[in-house]
């Protein structure tokens, strides 16, 4: 079978309509699947020829995949003997995974959405994959991201669009919406992405599944951009993290995903969460201030946030709805300090060099947006940005010691219709200016998972919850409890443009 420009999947040994279960095992969620390997009720070599099947029959539609791993099924099989030899096994035994597109796998190229960029090839591993296979994990492939990894659409000239399955009309969400396209249909219960300004909540919520961004630092993380380096605004705002099938999900992934490693001087192993004063309280957020980056909503994703309170006020939250303007302010300030990594170190210049036209183009819009509202980069006013930074830290800090768990709009608009980016100046404006969620979380390096709240009449309508560093438990919680009321399910079948 050929996956879009990428590699074909051979002798799949998939399952054959009428074999029962078995067929339906692409359905099941990465705890499910485990459960049943280990009792030895299922194999891994049936679970991955399941997935494999299902890829067969979505990607077509959904091109989530930009490569396709050949030794899947003999993976599968080896993960099958070493559970036979009575070996130790790890937390993801024999569950089929899939990895980002921008992110290294020894002997393989880091293309990051770049047809250019398929001739380089990684040297080693990236950590945050090294300890997914390490828990036993079986790569079924790479996917799909856009060019460079810098928007919230998922298409680039080589590989082409990957498709909303609920409404294909409208972006899956990026950088890694081809990882929540690939859980959302079926192909894989987990798929590795990683989160710059909202490339894992985004693609979450408007895919029905769930978009775990880590705290900084919690998972280790170790990367180079083909051709540019590591900018500072990257070590310091990207986290490695996952889309999964449900909460449940996710919290296996971060379990397996946070071991440690010494190529990350930044990790931290784990460290106890103290006590929050009111550690069941918390804040509903949807106006961040009047600032050039953040604006009010539409109706739609503030009833989402309204809705996802309701809810958690019935399980016994305290709910208040406040005004946060700190998250404004941290959203514009995000956009000064990451387009002084990518202007002057070059990024923008290789953007154009390379000729990805999409990416050219909504990069120098974006620039324009940014110079126009902030006026020219001096180093004065880039180290006065890192210094509010670390005060914005604490006050937000301060109040989640009351608040510890906030709730906010996945987006301040409705899911963008495709192409919104790469319209006129204004246009790419006011895509920047609904993500105000989505580009403040990381500013101050807090953990935060999105996922659907309503399912609505095209694609769902999320919210992203935020919680003090290194609390992640909290997330959980309350993702449960959404999930629980959304009635939002997947996989679910790829819908088509009509």
């Not at 077509?60 to 599968?76: I, K, L, Q, T, Y």
């Not at 989402?304 to 809810?311: E, I, N, P, S």
């Not at 000064?336 to 990069?363: C, N, P, T, W, Y």
């Amino acid at each position: 079978m050929a996956i879009r420009r990428g590699l074909p999947v051979r002798d799949s040994g998939r399952s054959r309509p009428g074999s029962g279960m078995n067929n339906e095992l692409w359905r099941w969620s990465a705890t499910k699947i485990v459960d049943a390997i280990r009792a030895k009720e299922i194999s891994s070599a049936e679970v991955v020829a399941a997935s494999l099947e299902r890829l067969e029959q979505v990607e077509p539609v959904s091109n989530a995949f930009g490569e396709v791993a050949e030794d899947a099924v003999a993976r599968a099989k080896e993960a099958d003997a070493a559970l036979a030899r009575g070996e130790s096994v790890g937390a993801l035994h024999g569950v089929p995974v899939a990895f980002k597109m921008n992110t290294d796998v020894a002997g393989k190229p880091t293309a990051d959405g770049v047809e250019e960029y398929l001739g380089m090839r990684a040297g080693e591993t990236a950590p945050v994959v090294q300890n997914l296979l390490a828990a036993g994990a079986v790569e079924l492939g790479r996917t799909n991201v856009p060019s460079f990894s810098l928007r919230w659409f998922t298409e680039s000239e080589h590989w082409g669009r990957t498709l909303n399955p609920w409404d294909p009309k409208v972006t899956p969400g990026g950088s890694s919406g081809g990882a929540a396209v690939a859980v959302a249909t079926g192909v894989v219960p987990i798929a590795h992405g990683n989160d710059l300004g909202g490339s894992l909540r985004y693609p979450g919520a408007v895919c029905g599944v769930v978009g775990l961004r880590p705290t900084i630092g919690r998972v280790p993380i170790w990367h180079a951009p083909p051709g540019t380096g590591m900018p500072l605004a990257f070590t310091e705002f990207v986290a490695e993290g996952a889309i999964t099938r449900n909460v449940a999900d996710a919290r296996l992934a971060l379990r397996v995903m946070e071991r440690p490693d010494s190529r990350d001087p930044n990790h931290v192993a784990s460290p106890g969460v103290p006590s929050a004063r009111n550690p069941r309280r918390v804040a509903l957020v949807t106006n961040p201030g009047q600032h050039p980056f953040a604006c009010s909503g539409a109706r739609e994703t503030e009833a989402a946030v309204q809705l996802a309170g309701t809810w958690l006020a019935e399980a016994g939250y305290e709910v208040d709805e406040v005004e946060l303007p700190l998250l404004g302010e941290a959203a514009t300030l995000w956009w000064r300090l990451l387009f002084a990594d990518l202007k002057e170190l070059g990024f923008v210049q290789e953007i154009h060099r390379v000729r990805e036209a999409m990416s050219s183009q909504v990069i120098s819009h974006q620039l324009d947006v940014v110079e126009e509202a902030l006026g020219e980069l001096t180093l004065q006013n880039f180290m006065a940005a890192w210094s509010r930074r670390h005060l914005l830290r604490r006050q937000l800090s301060e109040f989640m010691d009351d608040h510890p768990l906030l709730v906010l709009p996945n987006s301040g608009e409705l899911p963008f219709a495709y192409g919104r980016d790469l319209g006129t100046v204004d246009e790419t404006r006011e895509v920047m200016t609904n993500q105000w969620p989505n580009t403040s979380v990381p500013f101050f390096g807090l953990p935060a998972m999105g996922l659907g709240v309503i399912r609505g009449a095209g694609a769902p309508l999320g919210v992203q919850l935020v919680a003090r560093a290194f609390d992640e438990e909290a997330l959980f919680a309350g993702g449960e409890i959404i999930e629980l009321r959304s009635g939002i399910t997947t996989p679910v079948d790829p819908q088509t443009l009509g």
